[in-house]
């Protein structure tokens, strides 16, 4: 039952734009599951979805694995800079993101799929993303094309 709940509620966060657990609840229990809030909360845990920034200061579910191509590549990663960078600072070849709380993994994971050559990780909390860039010399010009996405 638990594999059939996960397949479905990834099939719901691809294919529709769920913002809440709640909603997420509701959807499945449309499809014919009986879940609580709790049992939705380690199934998006156990899923590592991601909370990805809509329109309208709005977020949705997502898979760190979706495709690409959905997701949107550049336009995404712009996107999500202009919604959700709330500072950035460096030092050495480390850069420091902050964002709202809940956005910091799906901006990493935008920035991981852009495939940027001098970046070569990221690391994600709640709020706070770490970049690690290589060479340190690249670290400026890192930071001054997030400050570009983020004038739009």
């Known amino acids: 039952m638990k594999t059939q709940r996960q397949a479905k509620i990834a099939e719901l ?19 014919g599951f009986e879940v609580t809030q709790a049992t939705v909360s380690r199934d998006i845990k156990e899923l590592s979805l991601i909370k990805i920034p809509g329109e ?54 935008a920035i991981d799929h852009i495939h940027w050559q001098e970046i070569i990780g990221t690391v994600a909390g709640d709020d706070t993303i770490l970049i690690i860039v290589k060479p340190k010399e690249a670290t400026p010009q890192v930071v001054q094309r997030f400050l570009d996405l983020a004038r739009g």
């Open 13 to 31: 966060v691809r294919e529709r734009n769920i913002e809440t657990q709640e909603e997420l609840a509701t959807a499945l229990r449309s499809e």
């Open 56 to 109: 309208n200061n709005t977020s949705y579910y997502s898979s760190p694995d979706e495709p690409l191509l959905r997701r949107g590549g550049e336009d995404r990663l712009k996107r999500l800079v202009r919604l959700s960078l709330s500072d950035i600072n460096s030092s050495e070849n480390l850069i420091i993101i902050k964002t709202p709380p809940g956005e910091a993994q799906g901006m990493a994971s």
